[in-house]
């Protein structure tokens, strides 16, 4: 069993910021990718960025430059500062991980937190 807790969602303005913490805890051998998604209403989940364990990012064209993803392998925490926030930001933000474990047996599996609300108003 493994848990993914995000916290920092909130009610902003456009054009201000806001940090999003995700901290991963339970029984893994590891956690490779960790990640940001978002759903707005009506709409499809989406990609907001993602960061493998060893470095390196990945951003949705609509983000570049306004946000920031960033772990702490330490602390089992994904990280995503957001600033400049624009209306259409407004979404549940999900954080996801690839784990690994090895009990009972070595396996790879993904996971979900419960998302948080971020919302920006003009």
């Known amino acids: 069993q493994v848990q993914l807790v995000e916290s920092g969602g909130g009610l902003v303005q456009a054009g201000g910021s806001l940090r999003l913490s995700c901290a991963a805890s339970?029984?893994?051998?590891?956690?490779?990718?960790m990640g940001w998604y978002r759903q707005a209403p009506g709409k499809q989940r989406e990609l907001v960025a993602t960061?493998?364990?060893?470095?390196?990012?990945n951003y949705a064209d609509s983000v570049k430059g306004r946000f920031t993803i960033s772990r702490d392998n330490a602390k089992n925490t994904v990280y995503l500062q957001m600033s400049s926030l624009k209306p259409e930001d407004t979404a549940v933000y999900y954080c996801?991980?690839?784990?690994?474990?090895?009990?009972?047996?070595?396996?790879?599996?993904?996971?979900w937190g419960q998302g948080t609300q971020v919302t920006v108003s003009s």
């Open positions: 339970g029984s893994f051998f590891s956690i490779n990718t």
């Open positions: 996801n991980a690839d784990f690994l474990r090895n009990i009972p047996r070595w396996e790879a599996f993904t996971s």
């Open positions: 960061i493998p364990r060893g470095g390196g990012t």
